[in-house]
């Protein structure tokens, strides 16, 4: 919004006003993802207070599990919902600086608030009846699935368009590409049949990456943290995508117009960055799954539009150990009565060994690092 109104309806009076001309900045990918990532931290840091403030006049505090460990307890009452904050951080920001025209940035958008909303929904039943219980984990995997199903309808439509490609990226195999789509069943009755795999691994990868975010959402900092690193892989792999020189010289599949998507990753960074500042330990808000399903929502469907599923395994690495921990916890003791972790996720595991809070955070942030610093490795490792 604020970008067609500096560049395109001020900028062409520069031949009668000259200074007008530094307005051309306006136009760098680069320059408006920097000036999206600052709006939203000045945003997240400004209405910060404001909104603790009023979660906390609603008495819309944390409620904490019964079997969760011990030490959470004294966290009970913390306001909660603060995932509206990083919504709105990242929302408002994009719709400013970035091209409203591209139908890339509106599915990533569109995708975060219907997460988004999901997370409330949960998060607002959990206050209303005041214990840790929300949607039932069918209901809310039911409207996961139903919300990948109608980002994969308009990709699909985006494909029909020759403006994306069903066809993966394998990290390490320059000539594997193998496409999602079964073109042999397209000439028979069933024809709709030949799109079952993508959008299969579409719902796959977004109720995976989102309900991952939410499982690493249990310490103080700990899952907005690791966001903030991933957002940041995620902004220079998407510059990469939609710049079609550097994704020629690093042999990147170039999709055009997704070089906007930048600046959607650029808010997100930001927002996440000034989210940070009221969460870090002790918290002062938690985000709720209104913040954690957004998030993982948002990170997932950037990495779809993008091409970069398979990679998205090491970009939110600390996400997917995560998420193992419990389903291998959950295997073990159904099949064979024990437990492999002492609780899961696995940061629980490592609280109940003893580890400080503050510890466990700072020691994750850093794989974090490390995995966001390999997928971009990745890049020449092919």
């Not at 594997?176 to 024809?191: C, E, G, K, N, V």
């Given at each position: 919004m604020l970008f067609h109104i500096l560049f395109e309806f001020l900028y062409p009076l520069n031949h009668y006003f000259s200074p007008l001309r530094v307005l051309n900045v306006f136009r760098y990918l680069t320059f408006r993802t920097a000036f999206a990532s600052m709006t939203a931290l000045i945003l997240s840091l400004t209405l910060g207070?404001?909104?603790?403030?009023r979660l906390r006049d609603f008495q819309i505090g944390q409620h904490i599990r019964e079997e969760g460990p011990q030490t959470h307890k004294a966290k009970a009452g913390t306001p909660t919902m603060g995932g509206v904050l990083i919504v709105l951080a990242i929302i408002i920001p994009t719709l400013l600086w970035t091209d409203l025209r591209n139908p890339?940035?509106?599915i990533a958008v569109l995708s975060t608030l219907a997460f988004g909303a999901v997370g409330f929904a949960d998060d607002y039943l959990k206050v209303r009846r005041?214990?840790?219980?929300?949607?039932?984990?069918?209901?809310k995997i039911g409207f996961q699935?139903?919300?990948s199903i109608l980002i994969s309808i308009m990709l699909l439509y985006m494909m029909n368009l020759h403006l994306y490609s069903t066809r993966l990226t394998v990290p390490f195999f320059k000539a594997?590409?193998?496409?999602?789509?079964?073109?042999?069943?397209?000439?028979?009755?069933?024809?709709f049949l030949g799109y079952l795999p993508f959008l299969f691994f579409v719902g796959w990868v977004l109720v995976g990456c989102s309900n991952a975010v939410n499982l690493t959402d249990g310490l103080d900092g700990l899952a907005i943290g690791c966001v903030l690193i991933a957002s940041a892989a995620l902004t220079a792999l998407t510059?990469?995508?939609?710049?079609?020189?550097?994704a020629d010289y690093l042999d990147v599949q170039y999709i055009r117009s997704v070089g906007e998507v930048t600046v959607f990753c650029g808010s997100m960074v930001g927002a996440s960055l000034g989210f940070l500042w009221y969460n870090a330990h002790p918290a002062e808000v938690f985000m709720g799954d209104v913040g954690s399903l957004a998030l993982g929502g948002a990170i997932g469907t950037v990495a779809v539009i993008i091409k970069q599923e398979l990679l998205l395994v090491f970009i939110g690495g600390v996400f997917v150990i995560e998420a193992l921990s419990v389903m291998i916890q959950v295997v073990s003791f159904k099949t064979r009565g024990k437990r492999v972790f002492l609780m899961s996720p696995l940061h629980?595991?490592?609280?109940l060994k003893g580890w400080k809070e503050s510890k466990i955070i700072i020691r994750f942030w850093i794989a974090a690092l490390i995995f966001a610093l390999f997928s971009l490795s990745t890049l020449k490792l092919r």
């Open positions: 207070p404001w909104l603790i403030a890339f940035m509106w005041k214990r840790n219980l929300g949607l039932t984990a069918r209901e699935l139903l919300i594997l590409a193998p496409d999602l789509l079964i073109d042999r069943m397209f000439s028979t009755p069933l024809f510059y990469v995508t939609g710049n079609a020189i550097l629980h595991h490592f609280e």
